[in-house]
């Protein structure tokens, strides 16, 4: 017996195969295009130059605007050298010890299976720890540098157009995540290929159907992901660690040395891959009720039965220093390489780009109360690990910036 949802798809991918004049030919075409960008992969990665974009933080005073077309093509860029390594390596420090102190293995032990947000994926142990309010993570979080960042990337959008405007990009909420730590050795699987932002959502929600609509109506060559027209207007189902903010981009802060092999992301730089992964679940061999494995309240999944081509593009990012972020778009697919054969630890913050709109807003004024409480933030399972932590950060140490960041004064 079908579920409701499972109507919803019916009924969606009825809607949406109508809105092209072929969706078989759509679907070609979109390959088509995925097939040269795959290529231009592969030939870049055998002549071992950089496929992803990178820059250095003090080229953004002055940035060559090239870069920002690789951004657009690409969806990600690796900012360098944005905090020094020292300060970083001291940040990681207490870190460690904001974790050992606080006996957080032990606590983690006591909550597992609150978190099952990753559990569909064929690998779905990350070693990415439940914690937000550490002095490391609100340092990196809320330096003006990360601030500066934000404002660049969030500026590569079309955030304005003729019905409204959809964010300010130059005033940040901030988005509050977890970090991840992988011992040198460590083998407990990383993550399969995936994205956030909404799974079958972006299927079945109006707002989601309206961002992709050039894509469904043979018009991908118009597609842009960077209009950020109706992107804070989707609506998420219901589960523990769906993000239900609107990012510019997701991101990670390098805390430790890490390159390829050292457990480390990987990604599909295409920022339009996200149309195969529509179009492909539109095809007569994909069940009715089905969209190639995306489930409600899971990571979208990107998988070899239906997006072998795709996975083809699938690369390890380079070596990465302490001090130095990657971001990439929230159409981007990405993944966590499943094995950590380096020797050191592999530790990242995640801090991603969520620019000033009514969507975030109301997440933030949400999260501001967590905050106050030193709980875990709504969008993630509700572990609490740290409200009786030694060395939580408060209010009275937060900088007027971090306190717009995360709402507790008025931005203006
Ligand atoms: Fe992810």
């Not at 690998?123 to 934000?150: D, E």
């Not at 409204?164 to 050795?185: H, K, T, W």
């Not at 956030?196 to 050039?214: C, F, H, L, M, T």
């Not at 509700?382 to 408060?394: C, H």
Request: charged fraction near 30%; include cysteine; charge should be positive.
């Amino acid at each position: 017996m079908y579920r409701k949802v499972d109507h919803k798809i019916i009924l969606a991918k009825k809607k949406l195969r109508k809105l092209s004049k072929n969706y078989k030919q759509n679907f070609k075409n979109i390959e088509n295009y995925i097939k040269k960008e795959i290529y231009k992969i592969k030939r870049l990665k055998k002549l071992s130059k950089n496929i992803i974009p990178e820059i250095k933080y003090k080229e953004l005073l002055s940035p060559d605007l090239r870069i920002n077309d690789q951004i657009k093509k690409r969806g990600c860029i690796i900012i360098r050298d944005v905090f020094d390594q020292k300060k970083i390596g001291k940040l990681n420090n207490d870190l460690e010890k904001y974790i050992e102190h606080n006996g957080y293995y032990n606590d983690q032990k006591k909550k597992e299976g609150l978190d099952n947000y990753f559990s569909d994926l064929k690998s779905g142990k990350p070693q990415i720890y439940g914690l937000y309010w550490s002095k490391a993570q609100i340092k990196i979080r809320h330096s003006h540098k990360m601030a500066k960042i934000k404002k660049f990337l969030n500026n590569l959008w079309v955030f304005k157009n003729e019905e409204y405007e959809v964010f300010d990009p130059n005033r940040e909420l901030s988005y509050a995540d977890r970090i991840r730590r992988r011992e040198p050795g460590d083998n407990s699987l990383g993550l399969s290929p995936h994205c956030d932002a909404g799974s079958v959502e972006r299927w079945i929600d109006p707002s989601y159907q309206k961002i992709y609509n050039d894509i469904f109506s043979d018009r991908f060559k118009n597609f842009n992901p960077f209009d950020a027209k109706y992107r804070d207007r989707t609506i998420e189902f219901e589960s523990p660690a769906v993000a239900h903010v609107f990012r510019t981009f997701q991101g990670w802060t390098a805390l430790t040395e890490q390159g390829p092999k050292d457990g480390t992301l990987q990604l599909i730089p295409i920022s339009k891959a996200m149309a195969y992964v529509l179009t492909r679940a539109l095809l007569d061999d994909v069940p009715d009720n089905e969209l190639c494995g995306s489930k409600v309240g899971k990571a979208l999944s990107v998988n070899e039965k239906y997006h072998s081509l795709l996975l083809e593009g699938l690369i390890s990012i380079p070596k990465m220093y302490p001090g130095d972020t990657i971001w990439w778009h929230p159409d981007v697919i990405h993944a966590v390489e499943d094995k950590h054969l380096g020797n050191n630890y592999s530790n990242v913050i995640y801090v991603g780009s969520t620019p000033y709109c009514k969507k975030n807003l109301d997440y933030i004024n949400k999260q501001s109360k967590k905050f106050l409480q030193g709980k875990s933030p709504p969008d993630f399972a509700p572990e609490d690990f740290e409200v009786n932590y030694k060395g939580r950060v408060t209010e009275k140490d937060l900088s007027v910036l971090a306190k717009k960041q995360l709402g507790l004064v008025d931005w203006n």
